[in-house]
């Protein structure tokens, strides 16, 4: 017996010399199953989603850059525009300066001319006004003094001249005189 105690003594559990870093068959069987499964489960269902997702950020992204380049194309052609429409304002507001200066220059010309002309009118007027006027005046002073100088002679010669004839003819001697007395001091 006591060999048997002996034997059964030899193969004891502990006396079995355990490699710490290769664990017991089982244990890797156990451990390769579930892993297994979430491998598949991974690869069925994690992996497709994941792929997804990647694949629309990296049409969101490319998409993104697409739209901004489009977007930068865009503002430099409306920059393109804008430029050539300030250019072309420029060029139209300098042409109606111009416009607006030859304009101011006629009508300065054409109000120097009208003006001119209205004085040339009105200094005419005047004249014949002045003309009207002295022809007027030397009218009243002819009749005025061919009364006085009737009365004068009437009363330097003592009789009267009642004769109508008589006294024109004088009126006209005495008139023609005084013609002839103020074109002498000319």
């Given at each position: 017996?006591?060999?048997?105690?002996?034997m059964?003594?030899?193969?004891?559990?502990?006396?079995?010399?355990?490699?710490?870093?290769?664990?017991?068959?089982?244990?890797?069987?156990?451990?390769?199953?579930?892993?297994?499964?979430?491998?598949?489960?991974?690869?069925?269902?994690?992996?497709?989603?994941?792929?997804?997702?990647?694949?629309?950020?990296?049409?969101?992204?490319?998409?993104?850059?697409?739209?901004?380049?489009?977007?930068?194309?865009?503002?430099?052609a409306?920059?393109?525009?804008?430029?050539?429409?300030?250019?072309?304002?420029?060029?139209?507001?300098?042409?109606?300066?111009?416009?607006?200066?030859?304009?101011?220059?006629?009508?300065?010309?054409?109000?120097?001319?009208?003006?001119?002309?209205?004085?040339?009118?009105?200094?005419?007027?005047?004249?014949?006004?002045?003309?009207?006027?002295?022809?007027?005046?030397?009218?009243?002073?002819?009749?005025?003094?061919?009364?006085?100088?009737?009365?004068?002679?009437?009363?330097?010669?003592?009789?009267?001249?009642?004769?109508?004839v008589?006294?024109?003819?004088?009126?006209?001697?005495?008139?023609?005189?005084?013609?002839?007395?103020?074109?002498?001091?000319?």
């Open positions: 017996m006591t060999n048997l105690f002996f059964a003594a030899e193969k004891l559990p502990m006396e079995e010399q355990i490699n710490p870093l290769l664990p017991p068959l089982y244990d890797i069987v156990w451990s390769i199953i579930p892993f297994a499964v979430v491998l598949i489960v991974f690869w069925k269902a994690v992996l497709p989603k994941f792929q997804e997702v990647l694949n629309q950020r990296e049409d969101q992204i490319e998409g993104g850059i697409q739209r901004a380049e489009a977007a930068q194309a865009e503002a430099k409306a920059l393109e525009k804008y430029n050539a429409q300030l250019a072309e304002a420029r060029t139209e507001a300098a042409q109606i300066r111009d416009d607006a200066r030859s304009q101011g220059q006629k009508i300065i010309a054409d109000m120097k001319a009208q003006a001119t002309e209205e004085s040339a009118r009105i200094v005419e007027s005047g004249n014949k006004q002045l003309e009207a006027q002295r022809a007027a005046v030397v009218s009243d002073l002819r009749k005025e003094m061919g009364e006085n100088s009737i009365n004068l002679a009437e009363r330097l010669l003592g009789e009267q001249l009642s004769d109508d008589k006294r024109s003819g004088t009126i006209d001697n005495f008139l023609a005189g005084l013609d002839n007395v103020s074109s002498a001091r000319k």
